[in-house]
């Protein structure tokens, strides 16, 4: 009954809603006379946006009591309002022509359409994730963009787009607009990718392995590599026609692959990447972030074989009174803005440092998804700086004026978020090597665990990584919430990389005894790199509304099943998954990959993309 009534309550708030949209529909005729009002108008439409939103997607409560199944109400049985861009009949109608007038403040507003409806996003251009471009689409059709980045297809954007919707696109100028759009979004020569690849977005893809297969050998299988696009895959037929275009301040040249692989000795670097938004699922259980949900395997490691971009410079005469080196990628979007990053120039002359223009991973050419024929790899350093299907290097008295550079991928304070007036004058600099992390890959966070009647042992294992080169020199784990501690046992060849030159992750495992009182472990896991700093304790503090470097203790709960006390029905093992491994070369010389023993799995796993 409570339930029942909480629904009826909200499909009555949204009643109300369309109501005041009819209201707002007359108003709105007189914009022009009284613009206080409208713009009172508009705070009201946001609103009754919000509350019809609730509507649309039901009150769908399951209660779940003696076997029995009871949907309370649902917007399957009880009629919704319209679902985003759909004809709104409490709204006016107004032409192609209309939506075209209005593609600057300076014309009245900035209006776009999506499907049937007509959105003015005047006051959202300065709170838009992506900044200014979703100038973009002013005066168009919002589609075209969102068929690219098609990660905007997510029910709290739908939300946030109708709470600006102010009328609707006539049929004809509907179907003219659909009639228009380019058929093709660039995803059709996207390559396949392993079915075991968590995906977390499909246009552009981005996925992740399952967090159990995450350092299961030292070196990540190219297949199970996580994957982040942030454009469609460039097609390259062929690496033989390649070039490099090389701007070195002064002076350009092109060079091609065949001229880096013959012309500049090969150097190969075991290196870990991560994504500065690995971990980000545990930042939207303090408040919502906006991001892909990555879990914790949003990183890995390879062999990679190319030529030192340092090299490359000074062979050419670079200027070394520049300041950057700017880097820009084949892939780009629908309006020709290509993918581009930089980073210092110290550190790409600094020998130690060890950047790449890399054109092998684990010994073979790049695949398609890590950048083919050629990336850049920086060490230590953010995967957002890593930039793939690499055509254009150049030095440069200012860092990127790439979108990736100068509005993503830097770090905002806990108390910022999209409502804050002015958010980017809080935004920091772009971010450049990483802090200290770590995370449990197994056992899996949530997954019961049986123990055996005769042997209450149980294997944890995980990794641990820090930019800037800097070693892990001890990692802490608790099976109690942090009330104890013990250390971990570090892969000896990763732990015995060259001070400051630590450039891949350090695989690490404990075999714990398990108290008898217990009925859960609650592990947590720290790392602490050569420079003794340590992962912050919680996620709150570091909270941010992009949802990046999340290095907060990892925490697994992990329910315990004793088999003394219960027949554990639980799943088969998943068998290890066998892939190239090796010993950690040293990055300061190319050599070849050994063998390295493959770690095993014990842990019961079904459900791979759980988490």
């Known amino acids: 009954a409570a339930v029942a009534s909480q629904c009826g309550g909200l499909a009555l708030a949204a009643a109300r809603g369309v109501s005041s949209r009819g209201v707002a529909r007359e108003a709105w005729s007189q914009r022009e006379e009284e613009e206080d009002a409208w713009w009172q108008r508009r705070e009201g439409q946001e609103e009754s946006a919000r509350l019809r939103w609730l509507a649309a997607r039901g009150c769908a409560v399951v209660a779940a009591a003696g076997g029995a199944t009871a949907v309370a109400w649902s917007s ?48 959202f251009v300065s709170r838009h994730p992506g900044g200014t471009k979703v100038l973009l689409a002013a005066g168009k059709s919002i589609e075209p963009y969102w068929r690219v980045f098609a990660a905007h297809h997510r029910t709290d954007v739908y939300e946030l787009l109708e709470a600006h919707r102010i009328a609707n696109l006539d049929e004809a100028s509907a179907a003219a607009a659909a009639a228009a759009a380019p058929k093709s979004a660039g995803y059709e020569d996207d390559p396949e990718r392993h079915p075991a690849l968590c995906v977390n977005s499909a246009e552009p893809f981005n996925a992740e392995p399952p967090s159990e297969l995450v350092a299961d050998a030292f070196l990540t299988p190219r297949e199970l590599f996580f994957v982040r696009n942030h454009l469609p895959v460039p097609r390259v037929d062929s690496a033989r026609d390649w070039t490099l275009e090389l701007d070195v301040g002064g002076s350009s040249h092109r060079v091609s692959l065949d001229e880096l692989k013959t012309r500049f000795a090969k150097a190969t670097v075991a290196v870990t990447l991560q994504c500065a938004g690995n971990r980000r699922s545990e930042m939207s259980s303090v408040k919502e972030v906006r991001g892909l949900s990555w879990s914790s395997a949003a990183i890995g490691t390879a062999t990679w074989g190319g030529a030192r971009l340092a090299d490359v410079l000074e062979a050419h005469g670079v200027d070394r009174a520049k300041r950057h080196v700017r880097f820009v990628g084949r892939d780009a979007d629908v309006s020709g803005e290509h993918y581009g990053a930089s980073i210092p120039l110290s550190t790409a002359l600094d020998p130690r440092k060890d950047v790449l223009l890399a054109y092998e991973m684990n010994g073979e050419p790049l695949p398609p998804d890590h950048g083919f024929p050629l990336r850049v790899v920086v060490p230590g350093h953010v995967g957002a700086r890593h930039v793939k299907f690499l055509e254009r290097v150049a030095v440069h008295d200012d860092e990127s004026d790439s979108f990736w550079q100068r509005r993503d991928y830097r770090g905002f304070p806990p108390n910022v978020d999209y409502a804050t007036p002015d958010l980017w004058d809080h935004a920091g600099p772009a971010i450049q090597e990483l802090p200290v992390q ?102 709150a503090g570091i909270w941010n509304m992009r949802g990046l470097l999340n290095n907060a203790y990892h925490r697994v709960h992990v329910p315990l099943i004793r088999t003394r006390d219960h027949d554990a029905d639980l799943p088969a093992p998943l068998p290890s998954l066998e892939g190239p491994t090796a010993t950690l070369p040293s990055p300061a010389s190319a050599v070849e990959v050994a063998a390295h023993p493959n770690t095993s799995r014990t842990s019961s796993s079904s459900g791979l993309c759980e988490s």
């Open 438 to 539: 770590s995370a449990i890959a197994e056992p899996l966070d949530g997954r019961p665990l049986a123990l055996d009647d005769d042997d209450d042992l149980v294997r944890v294992r995980g990794y641990a990584w820090a930019g800037g080169g800097r070693n892990i020199v001890r990692v802490d784990l608790s099976l109690d919430d942090g009330q104890t501690w013990l250390q971990a046992d570090l892969d000896p060849d990763a732990a015995a990389q060259e001070y400051n030159r630590a450039w891949a992750w350090t695989p690490w495992e404990a075999t714990l005894q398990v108290p008898p009182d217990l009925d859960a472990l609650r592990l947590v896991c720290k790392a602490v790199d050569s420079s003794y700093n340590t992962q912050p304790e919680h996620v």
């Open 76 to 123: 399957e049985t009880t009629p919704g309002p319209t679902r985003p861009g759909e004809f709104d009949p409490a709204l006016p109608t107004v032409s192609l022509a209309e939506v075209r007038a209005h593609d600057s403040e300076a014309a009245g507003g900035i209006w776009m359409s999506y499907k049937r409806g007509v959105y003015d996003v005047t006051g």
